[in-house]
Nanobody
Framework: QVQLVESGGGSVQAGGSLRLSCAAS????????MAWFRQAPGKEREGVAT???????KYAESVKGRFIIERDNAKNTIYLQMDMLKPDDTAMYLC??????????????????WGQGTQVTVSS
């Protein structure tokens, strides 16, 4: 049974940092595309960052230079280091896995499994 469990969310002031984690189990972790998405109330789901099995990274334009996605295959965990946070970053952050090469940024519908999410709130 595939499980994705996110943690690390919270409330911070603008300019602050948070580090999200997503612990994965139930599949051959190292072979898959892993990704972070986010969704704010009343808005569409938005791709944030993806990391392929070969280490290829992709970022949304809105987070480039501020966020870093990493994966630790030994721990079956991916991370999202978020620096210089802005109020517009406020959202529920979700981890997802796809059993193919990562699609274009923003495409979320092929992803096979999703976590429950962790809330990030950035105040001005």
């Amino acid at each position: 049974q595939v499980q994705l469990v996110e943690s690390g969310g919270g409330s911070v002031q603008a300019g602050g940092s948070l580090r999200l984690s997503c612990a994965a189990s139930g599949f051959t972790y190292g072979r898959y595309c892993m990704a972070w998405f986010r969704q704010a109330p009343g808005k569409e789901r938005e791709g944030v960052a993806t990391i392929d099995a070969d280490g290829t990274l992709k970022y949304a334009e809105s987070v480039k230079g501020r966020f870093i996605i990493e994966r630790d295959n030994a721990k079956n965990t991916i991370y999202l280091q978020m620096d210089m946070l802005k109020p517009d970053d406020t959202a529920m952050y979700l981890c997802a896995v796809y059993d193919q090469k990562c699609p274009m940024m923003g495409i979320w519908w092929p992803f096979n499994y999703w976590g429950q999410g962790t809330q990030v709130t950035v105040s001005s």
